[in-house]
């Protein structure tokens, strides 16, 4: 499914990794919780803010197994509609690209391009949270990562 609509803004509902211009930088953005995400897309619009990047809000949405990816349970307008809003509020050209799946790790993995430029929200404690792994995870294979910890 592809979703784009004229707004001030580019926003894109679900766009299945189609490159945009080679050479230009992105910054993906991970969804994690909706105060994470916030954090990690200030964060990067930080990041971005005059190097003309563009964020990629990443959304990954596991389906499980007995049902249909291609027909989700969960309504597939609200979760654009929700996201495109998240979208809208950042301050530098952000698209929303949301994939469904059943593997969360293969999903992360192809939507990915090699030496990718990542901000994951999290929050830190004394015990390593899942996102804080996943930040470890993803510089062993070869990504930048950047661990935004929520206040």
């Given amino acids: 499914m592809s979703c784009q609509e004229p707004m001030p803004r580019r926003v894109a509902g679900e766009i299945p990794g189609s490159p945009e211009a080679p050479g230009s930088l ?5 969804h994690t919780s909706t105060n994470e995400t916030l954090d990690a897309l200030k964060t990067a619009a930080r990041l971005a803010d005059g190097l003309a990047a563009r964020i990629r809000l990443l959304v990954l949405e596991t389906v499980p197994y007995p049902l ?3 027909h989700p349970r969960d309504a597939m ?14 301050r530098i ?5 949301i994939r469904l799946g059943g593997d969360y790790r293969a999903m992360l993995e192809s939507a990915l391009n090699p030496r ?3 901000v994951v929200g999290g929050t830190r404690g004394w015990w390593p949270a899942f996102h804080y792994r996943l930040a470890r995870r993803l510089e062993g294979l070869g990504h930048h990562v ?5 206040k």
């Fill in 26 to 30: 992105e910054i993906i953005v991970l």
């Fill in 68 to 70: 249909d990816v291609n």
């Fill in 77 to 90: 307008e609200f979760t654009k509609r929700r996201f495109r809003t998240v979208a809208e509020n950042a």
């Fill in 93 to 97: 050209e952000t698209r929303v690209d």
């Fill in 116 to 118: 990718s430029l990542i």
């Fill in 146 to 150: 950047v661990f935004s910890a929520a």
